[in-house]
């Protein structure tokens, strides 16, 4: 079967791609499986090293063309594009510098007349075959933290990037192969998600790395083999508290960048921002004021500040729970249109109902939400109403406040003047209850993909 591959800003076809089949998969899967066996302990870290610092370099030479690459397939800016190349880089920088760092730690023995006359140590060793599914909204930078990562670690990896965007991860893969990585030690499988499952839940997979839909995630981890080691990156829908004692000068490019960057599809995109409601008026008038400015169009101008969405039909769905969320009682401030049928206007709904959509559900789509509050613990309820728990922020210039609604805040991150969606790649990066399992973070990755091996030898006295 063929994949046609379209620019999701016009629909043109950028390349077609043969689909794998289940023989590719299952050839994939005892490639990968007689690489561990053969080299349980990996290649050599100086290997492991040095092919990581080539890659570097190689992305370096070619970031023009692989920006240009990224934005076209995936839609995000050109500029923002640019951004995800250069983080790309600092990644697998990252992977390389961490491999300096993995080692074990001694136990102490002793502590018991059982444990005397005994040395104990660990060492960390590679999991064994990494299986990588990936998400179209970074198509570049998430195959480094997926697979940069798996080879630091000396995993053999199959990596399945999203069919809207395969085009990235192959360009990578050719790359750190060109950087040296032996044959068989990366592997693309393109296929459709019946063959993903098969790939995924196989019992030769020690360790899923999975970035895409909630409800897909959980049913992979329902049904992995046991003994298989799962992260799962999925969404949010990114509360943000907003104080009367804000900097709203500091506070709404803030809200701007996070709630519209690569046109909302991202999973920590800012979305449900609660207002207090001394400054709501302002707020709104501020955001509508410089909501208007955004350059919304063609990803590959330079000028353009948003994108089109990833597919025609997510056009569709975003325009429905818009409209959904007006009819419901929500007031449209700005926005709430189609500009073409891959680009949607940058929209801000003011106090939509708790029922509605918006308010529930991740939107991955240009749409922010206002609702305004009086008491802060009505805003810290509402925030933490939800089955989602990811990344979140307050903004506020009263240290103790910070503290105090931070601390009470449902979130593995929380921000303090500053919005939803930044993300270095050196820090823990996750969700809690349904938004995910695991850590991300080029380190905390390369160290979920290693396991400890304890020993003990027992001396003469």
Known sequence: MILKVYSPYDNSLI???????????????????????QSPQGIPFYQRINILEKLAVLILEKQ?????????????????SKIEITRAINGVKLAAQTITQVHGEQIPMGLTPSSENRIAFTTKEPIGVVVAISAFNHPFNLIVHQVATAVAAGCPVIVKPALTTPLSCIKFVELLKEAGLPEGWVQIIICDDVLAEKLATDKRVSYLTFIGSAKVGWYLRSKIAPGTRIALEHGGVAPVIVEHDADLIELIPNLIKGGFYHAGQVCVSVQRIFVNEKILEKVTELLVKETKKLIVGNPLDVKTQVGPLILPKEVDRVEAWVNEAIAEGAKLVFGGKRITNSCFMPT???????????SKLEIFGPVICLYGYKNINDAIEQANSL????????????????????RRL??????INDHTAFRVDWMPFGGRKTSGIGVGGIQYTINEMLQDKLMIFKTSG
């Open 387 to 406: 089955e989602f728990a990811f990344q979140s922020a307050i903004f506020t210039k009263n240290i103790d406040k910070a503290f105090s609604i931070s």
């Open 348 to 358: 801000i709904l003011l106090n939509p109902k708790k029922k509605s959509k918006v």
């Open 64 to 80: 023009e063309e692989l920006t240009k690459f990224a934005s076209q397939e995936g839609g995000k800016p050109y500029q923002d």
């Open 15 to 37: 390349q077609e791609l043969s689909l794998n089949n289940a023989l590719d998969v299952e050839n994939a899967l005892i490639i990968a499986s007689q690489r561990y066996h």
């Open 410 to 415: 449902h979130a593995s991150t929380v921000l």
